[in-house]
């Protein structure tokens, strides 16, 4: 695989695992800080992944 593709499923699963965490089926709430903070990475990683796209 390469090294752009890999990056891209990194930040898929990062993105994967992060909705996980706000989802209701996350056994653990966060609260209001965590998850503002975790939606806030989880749009940095969007933009990450659609600029490794971009320059494909």
């Known amino acids: 695989m390469s090294d752009a593709k890999q990056q891209i499923k990194e930040e898929l ?4 695992h992060g909705l996980f965490m706000l989802s209701p089926d996350c056994i653990r709430a966060l609260s ?7 939606i806030a ?3 940095a990683r969007v933009e990450k992944a659609s600029k490794l796209l971009d320059s494909q």
């Open 13 to 16: 699963d990062a993105i994967g």
């Open 41 to 43: 990475e989880l749009r």
């Open 32 to 38: 209001t800080h965590e998850a503002d903070d975790l």
